[in-house]
């Protein structure tokens, strides 16, 4: 056996015990120090990525450490992604302020209330919801604002103004990004401005201006790309023309005829509510207030067939108080009910891929929510 040389590296069989086992207790102390114990910190947080969102709350009050990471962004963006995405509805109705519902727990749970003025509070409202923000926005004493209620801090703040502030507009998000169009500008002009919402940096983005300046119309996106459809003009005409969007070349283009049910000859547009329009698994739904059907777009041919009955009259208000969206692989009608037990919000849901596509399931009654749904908005995160 040779003999060691001064001031060379010790292996870790020529430690002595003491030192090896002090060594071991420094390694087991950090490793007891992350996220989970024994597995190391990347891999956790992997773990706790897969976890449902509505495990986070309880996560946060374990100690500081889980709280500041249910606090911040990092658990998020890694769900994007490995590609997990759990949609729960937020809703706003006459007696109620905000609240949010898990489809897979079906719980509810109520967000603070907007710290805004009486003007806000009582004015017309639109809603989005981007990354792990709900923005709100509508018009207080001094003009139009937007309030945020932020996920992670479970906060309402205000939001960064448009280049463009409007109201009556058409919106839709994508992952982190929103896009707003048309719309109508503080002194009611009707705009063909667009502009872009990324949540990440809270910034606005000019896009180019729409063909068709057009306010009261709806937005969606659609493979990838957004659209917006409907509305009317400054004359008070109906359109019945949709557009589409491409990112690449900062362009708008017209697709004629795409307005699932236009409405009829002497009908004001300012009457009816946008297109309730909704994307379930990348293809096109609306409530057809004509018929009170669901028809189905097919975007290759340009044209709208019926598949199913709705579960309520959507045309009870001109299309006003109900909620139609995409969640997950689920068609959702949110409406509002009387009976003997008092006003009441039904949330009815269908899966159009599902081997049983004939029914319509209850997914949730809020009892005492009031009759009439004035937003909704769906998170997916």
């Known amino acids: 056996m040779c003999p060691s040389i001064p001031g060379s590296a010790v292996s870790k069989r020529d430690k002595p015990i003491g030192?090896?086992?002090?060594?071991?207790?420094l390694n087991e102390k950090a490793s007891d120090e992350g996220y989970l114990p024994g597995i190391p910190d990347d891999m956790?947080?992997?773990?706790?990525?897969?976890?449902?969102?509505?495990?986070?709350?309880?996560?946060?009050?374990?100690?500081?450490?889980?709280?500041?990471?249910?606090?911040?962004?990092?658990?998020?963006?890694?769900?994007?992604?490995?590609?997990?995405v759990e949609q729960w509805i937020y809703l706003a109705c006459i007696v109620m302020p905000w609240e949010a519902f898990d489809p897979k727990t079906r719980r509810w749970k109520r967000l603070p209330r907007?710290?805004?003025?009486?003007?806000?509070?009582?004015?017309?409202?639109?809603?989005?919801a981007v990354g792990t923000e709900l923005l709100v926005f509508g018009r207080e004493l001094p003009g139009l604002v937007a309030w945020k209620y932020s996920l992670l801090s479970h906060e309402w703040t205000r939001n960064s103004p448009m280049n463009s502030p409007r109201c009556l507009f058409g919106s839709s998000s994508h992952k982190e990004i929103a896009v707003v169009a048309g719309g109508s500008d503080k002194e009611g002009n009707i705009l063909n401005a667009a502009e872009l919402y990324n949540s990440e940096l809270g910034a606005w983005q000019v896009l180019a201006n729409l063909n068709r300046a057009r306010k009261l119309c709806s937005g969606f996106f659609m493979d990838n790309k957004f659209h917006v459809i409907g509305g009317m003009t400054a004359s008070k005409e109906s359109l019945n023309c949709g557009e589409v969007y491409d990112m690449a070349r900062d362009e708008w283009t017209v697709i004629e005829n795409m307005h699932p049910s236009p409405a009829p000859q002497g009908t004001?547009?300012?009457?009816?509510?946008?297109p309730l329009v909704a994307v379930v698994n990348n293809e096109l739904y609306c409530a057809d207030l004509a018929t009170n059907m669901v028809k189905k777009y097919n975007r290759v041919e340009n044209t709208w067939s019926e598949v199913k009955r709705l579960p309520l009259r959507a045309d009870a208000a001109n299309g006003w108080g109900v909620g139609f969206r995409?969640?997950?692989?689920?068609?959702?009608?949110?409406?509002g009910h009387g009976g003997c037990h008092g006003e009441m919000v039904v949330m009815h849901s269908w899966e159009p891929d599902s081997v049983d596509q004939n029914e319509w399931t209850v997914l949730?009654?809020?009892?005492?929510?009031?009759?009439?749904?004035y937003n909704c908005a769906v998170m997916g995160c």
């Open 19 to 25: 030192a090896a086992r002090t060594e071991q207790r």
């Open 364 to 373: 949730a009654v809020r009892v005492g929510a009031g009759a009439f749904v």
């Open 326 to 335: 995409g969640c997950g692989g689920r068609l959702l009608v949110i409406g």
């Open 268 to 274: 004001e547009q300012a009457m009816r509510a946008p």
């Open 114 to 128: 907007i710290p805004c003025d009486e003007c806000f509070t009582y004015a017309d409202k639109e809603s989005l």
């Open 44 to 84: 956790a947080l992997h773990i706790l990525a897969c976890l449902s969102r509505s495990d986070y709350p309880i996560l946060a009050c374990l100690n500081n450490k889980y709280k500041s990471l249910i606090g911040s962004e990092l658990l998020y963006k890694l769900r994007r992604q490995i590609g997990i």
